[in-house]
């Protein structure tokens, strides 16, 4: 051991008071947590190819492999028709990648170090939720370049296409709050994983891959007020791809960008106080 | 308790905590106080409730009643000042495995608002100090147990905390790690820190904390200088005769001199009784058992050990029964 130095000095600033204070340090903390974890992705390179293969994958099975024998209603590319449901799919299966690092988070008893930080409750659950919104921009943008090469386009104009872009985008925010719920509540990583079987039946339910019409009517309730279903027609309509919404559809599928922004907007205002009040009072 | 003569000087101060998880009772009635500068082992077996307590102290956890400050904060209704000034090591190591130790250093630095530079520079001042700039940039998760756990009590020293809180700091690792981790706390303890830790390992208290509290079944039962707790047992003074012949007439020597009833054990050529201090001195008892032609082969007087305090006031085997919630300790 060597010499014994003075003790350090703690920061001398006081604890912040004012309502823009303490916003502005959530937000300081939220991004330092954030870096945290794409720090994670830049010492596992694996992690990250894995993301960004993952989209190529998805092409090749559900677009050739299956999309060879389906044949789209109304007529068109089923690659084309395929795409959306592909966008859609990526940002939901980040629910159980978010769970999966928060369920870390907890059984390592990282969580109980931030809890002792004297930082805005939120301020994890916005990194954890921040990082994700960038691995989702990233995983989307490498799966549209794979759907391109396999045929997809955009047919209406940058524009709306941008709005696609942006509702994709804000899904998967919303229902990453979901994915931070579920990793808060569970009691490993393992647990998490486990969970992964029950995600994908959400997106398959849905107007994703094949349309919604064709269910028995039983089925066909879920998949058409499903929000996965919501998010794939306001994209099919906002790109310009085959599908569109027809006479007699549930109403989601007819105002699809309505329903989608609704769906978001619920989901937000359903989880993120669950999650902070979770993160809040921890189980033991 | 023995609370000092400066009630104000307390920098950890619990009262009568109560908390319930279902239809478990963690704590039933806890007190405890530490003084500045000094520290605190808190001492129980598994289930006993001293996670519960530091969880509580720590602000990860409230109580259910009962009142606690820390470092002159209450617990609940001033978490958020509180958390200015305490550090918390858990029992599993909490830093971040897929980061660097000195990543994790910055980031903890980070978040108790330091400058980007003024982080770098404390974590690379820490972890030089404490030993770890070697592994500094190399990812926790190649860590050996001892070095994490190390990396974990540091973390907190990227600013001041005037008071620590280490749950079994040492469970787990191995002797030259936990040796390790102790200098570490005690040079912590001479930079001026309140530490409460807890443990299983009663050599730990007895090494590190200027008091012990026994808790067993979410209760206090004894407290004190680990000194004084030794003395509820009290010393013993251990003679091994030459001649088993001789056996009969040294006990009757000792029972004499001795604070206790004799333990003879014939095979092994011993005697053993209680002393206390109107006990003749050793050189006395010497001339004694010569007058009475007893062939000493070893004799000495054997200070307990808090393993013998710590199995006499929670009840010898049936520690952490609920029979010795009644025991009141010595303190």
């Known amino acids: ?284 | 308790m023995e609370p000092p003569a400066d009630g104000a000087d307390l920098v950890v101060y619990a009262e009568n905590l109560h908390k319930r998880f279902g239809k478990t009772e963690a704590l039933r009635g806890l007190d405890l106080a530490v003084p500045r500068g000094t520290v605190l082992g808190v001492l129980g077996p598994n289930g006993s409730g001293k996670t519960t307590a530091v969880r509580i102290l720590a602000t990860l956890t409230r109580p259910d009643s009962g009142t606690a400050r820390v470092a002159g904060f209450d617990v609940v209704r001033q978490a958020d000042e509180l958390r200015h000034r305490i550090g918390l090591t858990g029992q599993h190591s909490s830093v971040d495995l897929k980061l660097t130790g000195r990543e994790n250093m910055v980031m903890f630095g980070r978040l108790y608002h330091l400058s980007k530079s003024a982080a770098e520079k404390r974590a690379a001042e820490v972890l030089e100090r404490f030993g770890l700039a070697h592994a500094a940039d190399r990812l926790v998760d190649t860590y050996s147990g001892g070095m994490r756990r190390r990396l974990d009590l540091i973390a907190s020293l990227v600013f001041a905390p005037s008071v620590l809180f280490l749950d079994e700091p040492t469970t787990g690792l191995d002797p030259r790690s936990r040796s390790e981790i102790w200098d570490t706390v005690r040079d912590l303890v001479r930079a001026g820190t309140t530490v409460l830790l807890t443990t299983q390992y009663l050599d730990e208290a007895d090494q590190l904390a200027d008091h012990v509290v026994v808790i067993d079944a979410g209760k206090a039962i004894a407290s004190g200088t680990p000194d004084r707790l030794k003395e509820i047992i009290g010393s013993r003074l251990d003679l091994v005769v030459r001649d088993a012949a001789s056996l009969a007439a040294a006990t009757g020597v000792l029972t004499v001199i001795g604070a206790g009833a004799p333990e003879t054990d014939e095979p092994k050529r011993t005697v053993s009784i209680p002393v206390n201090d109107t006990s003749p001195s050793l050189t006395e008892i010497l001339r004694r058992l010569d007058q009475e032609g007893v062939a000493v082969e070893n004799i000495g007087i054997r200070r307990p050990t808090l393993d013998e305090v710590f199995l006499k006031v929670t009840g010898g085997a049936s520690a952490g029964s609920e029979q010795m919630t009644s025991g009141k300790g010595a303190a």
């Open chain 1, 1 to 284: 051991m060597t010499a014994l130095q003075p003790p350090l000095q703690p920061p001398l600033e006081t604890p912040a008071r004012s309502a823009g204070h303490r916003l502005r340090w959530t937000f300081v903390d939220g991004w330092i947590l954030v870096k945290r974890i794409l720090t994670h992705l830049k010492h596992s390179p694996g992690q990250l190819i894995t993301l960004l293969i993952f989209p190529a994958i998805m092409v090749v099975l559900f677009g050739y492999v299956l999309g060879s024998s389906i044949v789209v209603p109304g007529g068109g590319n089923y690659r084309e028709y395929l795409m959306p449901g592909l966008f859609v799919m990526t940002g939901f299966t980040g629910v159980m990648a978010i769970a999966g690092r928060v369920a870390a988070d907890v059984g390592r008893g990282v969580m109980d170090r931030f809890r002792a930080i004297p930082m805005a409750r939120s301020a994890v659950m916005f990194g954890q939720t921040g990082a994700d919104l960038i691995i989702g921009v990233l995983s989307s943008v490498v799966m549209m370049a794979c759907g391109f090469a396999a045929g997809w386009r955009i047919h209406n104009g940058p524009v709306r296409a941008l709005e696609a872009f942006a509702l994709i985008v804000l899904m998967r925010y919303a229902v990453s709050w979901l994915g931070v719920c579920l990793g808060l509540r569970v009691k490993d990583e393992e647990t998490a994983a486990n969970m992964v079987p029950l995600i994908f039946p959400l997106t398959m339910i849905s107007n994703s891959f094949v349309p919604a019409d064709r269910m028995p009517s039983w089925l066909r309730p879920i998949a058409e007020w499903n929000p996965v279903s919501s998010l794939v027609a306001a994209c099919r309509q906002l790109f310009g791809n085959p599908g569109q919404p027809t006479r007699g559809q549930a109403w989601p599928l007819l105002h699809p960008v309505t329903a989608t922004l609704l769906w978001s907007v619920a989901l937000l205002v359903v989880f993120v106080p669950a999650a902070i009040r979770i993160y809040r009072t921890p189980k033991n």
